[in-house]
């Protein structure tokens, strides 16, 4: 099931003219056809077939009249850790549907660049990379998207839509379809399934949790209209990037000043407004404008102690807040992974640890966790079936590889067989197969 990183054949892409793309909250791919039946992921970076949602913007080496320079994936990511002057953005995905997506953002040097733009530019280097390995012109795409970019509201989930269909005809698509990500799954799943089955396809990945219940088989496989095979599709906006914030406010934030008190006798809760926007990637930004530091340092005489605003200041000034939230979605990995993780904090304080067990990372997530789960059992319900009529439960989506999550998910469903997809490709290599049946 896993996607091959080798080169695309230039006999089998040469010619094809379109493509299939699964731009996630984390990581993204893109497909191109092989043949009649078959897809390949292209290597997107570094000979791999999925990259970070991630670019970073710098000035480093541009002269004041040049455009900033723009860095992708991993190397946007390096860039970051590294120490180069400039502006990370991750988790674009999440402001589609919101006001922010027409907002301009600063990324340094006085200047401003609009979210609709951001998410363009990633979508043209994606597109470019496959165009390469195609051997010309993409116009037609399938874009994967979530069952549900913002929850119950449909006017502004179609404009989370529509807005992300701009910026891919900004880019130079002309022909765009698209295709919710956990039936996308369900195709990669059924290229090897040896028999009819129901699918509950849950696809966990960095901003949502989508499920859909698919009815898969060998015979319906060639199907272009698979529309009486999909049942029922459910999601909720609540994934890998909100356990990695409650884990920062559980973990982290309280060294930084989070629910804190100010001086006696009133001592009331230091306001939290700045520690939840420092918890969340597509707001951090948002902090480091002027007004927001002139507004944070005005704050000095609500801390009781004036250590933990000082810490604030340090993380603003140094506009540490991504390094922060990495940090703890580096300690929710290594605790899914088994034992505690030590968090070193020496960019905001020299000798500043924190700490996170299993527990109290459990203890963070666990509303979110129930509310992922519940979403599965209602998909099912939504499709007239009990728990027991399903067959697979399919697995996908970077946040599946927490095993708590895992086996909260399939416990509801005793009787099925629990099937882990590629975690990353397996959307995009779905979303591929539904190119190749639609476009070909």
């Known amino acids: 099931m896993s996607a091959p990183s080798s080169p695309l054949p230039r006999s089998a892409a040469h010619g094809a003219r379109f493509c299939a793309i699964d731009f996630g909250t984390s990581n993204s791919a893109i497909a191109l056809p092989v043949g009649e039946q078959r897809v390949r992921l292209v290597a997107v970076e570094d000979g791999l077939p999925t990259m970070p949602t991630a670019v970073f913007y710098t000035m480093e080496g541009q002269a004041p009249h040049e455009d900033p320079r723009r860095l992708y994936g991993r190397a946007a990511l390096a860039a970051y850790v590294e120490g180069m002057e400039g502006r990370l953005m991750r988790s674009m995905k999440s402001v589609l549907g919101s006001s922010l997506v027409e907002q301009s953002t600063d990324i340094g040097d006085g200047r401003g660049v ?161 520690y939840f926007d420092l918890a969340t990637w597509h707001l951090i930004n948002t902090l480091y404008s002027p007004q927001r530091v002139m507004e944070l340092r005005g704050m000095k005489s609500f801390y009781a102690d004036p250590l933990l605003h000082g810490r604030l200041m340090t993380v603003v000034q140094e506009r540490l807040g991504h390094a922060l939230l990495s940090e703890a979605e580096a300690a929710k990995i290594a605790v899914a992974e088994g034992g505690q993780a030590d968090i070193d904090l020496w960019q905001v304080e020299r000798g500043l640890k924190a700490a996170l067990t299993e527990p109290q990372a459990l203890g963070a997530v666990d509303a979110d966790l129930q509310r992922i789960v519940d979403a599965g059992v209602e998909t099912v319900r939504m499709a007239g079936l009990k728990p027991a009529d399903i067959d697979v439960v399919y697995l996908t989506g970077g946040s599946t590889g927490l095993l708590p999550l895992a086996t909260r998910i399939a416990a509801p469903f005793a009787q099925a067989s629990v099937i882990r997809g590629d975690r990353l490709a397996s959307v995009a290599q779905g979303l591929g197969l539904h190119a190749v049946r639609l476009l070909g």
Do not use: C, M
């Open 114 to 274: 609009k979210f609709i733009d951001i998410l363009s530019g990633y979508l043209r280097h994606l597109k470019t990379l496959a165009e390469a390995e195609a051997g010309g012109p993409l116009t037609r795409a399938v874009l994967g998207r979530p069952v549900f970019f913002v929850d119950d509201d449909p006017e502004r989930d179609a404009q989370a839509q529509n807005a992300l269909e701009a910026a891919a005809r900004a880019v130079g698509f002309t022909d765009i379809s698209f295709q919710f990500e956990p039936i996308a799954a369900a195709l990669d799943y059924e290229s090897t399934a040896t028999r009819e089955q129901w699918v509950l396809v849950a696809d966990i990945g960095g901003g949502t949790s989508d499920f859909s219940v698919v009815r898969v088989g060998p015979e319906r496989r060639a199907r272009l209209d698979r529309s009486g095979d999909i049942l029922a599709s459910h999601g909720v906006h609540i994934a890998g990037t909100d356990f990695d914030r409650h884990i920062e406010l559980s973990a982290i934030l309280p060294l930084i000043g989070y629910k804190s008190l100010g001086p006696p006798p009133a001592q009331r809760e230091v306001p939290s407004r700045a």
